[in-house]
């Protein structure tokens, strides 16, 4: 069955960085395009970035130029690497990916920016 175990969150100063990763298993990763999301407190969830199988790139405007999603298809294993974070960045972080029409989530991983 698919799996997807996200790792990584914890909490960071303003302007500080973290790397998250979500390990994939249960469908051929390498075909698939991959997504992170975020659900703040109140707020719907949204998009954050995504990934395509051929590795092209998608980022919502809010996080363009501050964060990289990237994938290593050896690992089964997709990232997210957050640079000059913001309290508004916090949130709970998930992966996310569609098999045979089907949406799929991790358990999510929490990551707080705060002084």
């Known amino acids: 069955q698919v799996q997807l175990v996200e790792s990584g969150g914890g909490l960071v100063q303003p302007g500080g960085s973290l790397g998250l990763s979500c390990a994939a298993s249960?469908?051929?990763?390498?075909?698939?395009?991959m997504s992170w999301s975020r659900q703040a407190p109140g707020k719907e969830r949204e998009l954050v970035a995504s990934?395509?199988?051929?590795?092209?790139?998608y980022y919502a405007d809010s996080v363009k130029g501050r964060f990289t999603i990237s994938r290593d298809n050896a690992k089964n294993t997709m990232y997210l690497q957050m640079n000059s974070l913001k309290p508004v960045d916090t949130a709970v972080y998930y992966c996310?990916?569609?098999?045979?029409?089907?949406?799929?989530w991790g358990q999510g991983t929490q990551v707080t920016v705060s002084s």
């Open positions: 990934i395509s199988s051929g590795s092209s790139t």
């Open positions: 996310n990916v569609f098999v045979n029409g089907r949406p799929y």
């Open positions: 249960g469908f051929p990763f390498r075909a698939y395009g």
